[in-house]
T-cell receptor, first 113, second 114 residues
Framework: ETGVTQSPTHLIKTRGQQVTLRCSSQ?????VSWYQQALGQGPQFIFQ???????GRGNFPPRFSGLQFPNYSSELNVNALELDDSALYLC????????????FGPGTRLTVT | KNQVEQSPQSLIILEGKNCTLQ??????????LRWYKQDTGRGPVSLTI?????NTKSNGRYTATLDADTKQSSLHITASQLSDSASYIC?????????????FGKGTKLSVKP
């Protein structure tokens, strides 16, 4: 186990709804990154948070938003869900910015119907 | 465009056999290359991390090699076990890149049969 936890483990939503996914980073880690992994694909970077500020964003629309809290836990919010949003959502924490080792959580499986 | 290509896409081997997974990349320059193991529906777990100057790195039955000249890396699994069944993902971090710049391959799905 990496010490990174995510909730919920599974989620089913309908198109147009909104969803919030949560991530608790490993103790001592101040950087959290979120990824979307479609079936059979590698993870795609959504965005990264460092000390409560967004520090880089991938090619995802604004309806994907996030937060990082003072304890460095994080949320991923997705509005106006689309069928293509169905995926495994992974968060990964690391000690700081830079090419440090990333520790991934178990992921949240989101299904949009 | 920076890319990471893995082969084969999937592989089936018998328990106890060895196998080698390939990773070709165009990312240059890069700071390090990583191999992750991902069980179905779970998050990736790091197996090895190599800087551009390293040629080989071992972690138990897993040995990763890197040839920066040909831009190729391989992951060799020795004496496979049923628990090795998973996807293996090659990841490259460009120089100056943070976690957000990680470039992931699509992975090789390995099935180990008894």
């Amino acid at each position: 186990e990496t010490g990174v936890t995510q909730s919920p483990t599974h989620l089913i939503k309908t198109r147009g709804q909104q969803v919030t996914l949560r991530c608790s980073s490993q103790s001592g880690h101040n950087t959290v990154s979120w990824y979307q992994q479609a079936l059979g694909q590698g993870p795609q970077f959504i965005f990264q948070y460092y000390r409560e500020e967004e520090n880089g964003r991938g090619n995802f629309p604004p309806r994907f938003s996030g937060l990082q809290f003072p304890n460095y836990s994080s949320e991923l919010n997705v509005n106006a869900l689309e069928l293509d949003d169905s995926a495994l959502y992974l968060c990964a924490s690391s000690l700081a910015l830079g090419p440090y080792e990333q520790y991934f959580g178990p992921g949240t499986r989101l299904t949009v119907t | 465009k920076n890319q990471v290509e893995q082969s084969p896409q999937s592989l089936i081997i018998l328990e106890g056999k060895n196998c080698t997974l390939q990773c070709n990349y165009t990312v240059s320059p890069f700071s390090n290359l990583r191999w992750y193991k991902q069980d179905t529906g779970r998050g990736p777990v790091s197996l090895t991390i190599m800087t551009f100057s390293e040629n080989t790195k071992s972690n138990g039955r897993y040995t990763a090699t890197l040839d920066a000249d040909t831009k190729q890396s391989s992951l060799h699994i020795t004496a496979s076990q049923l628990s090795d069944s998973a996807s293996y993902i090659c990841v490259v971090i460009p120089v100056g890149g943070s976690q957000g710049n990680l470039i992931f391959g699509k992975g090789t799905k390995l099935s180990v049969k008894p």
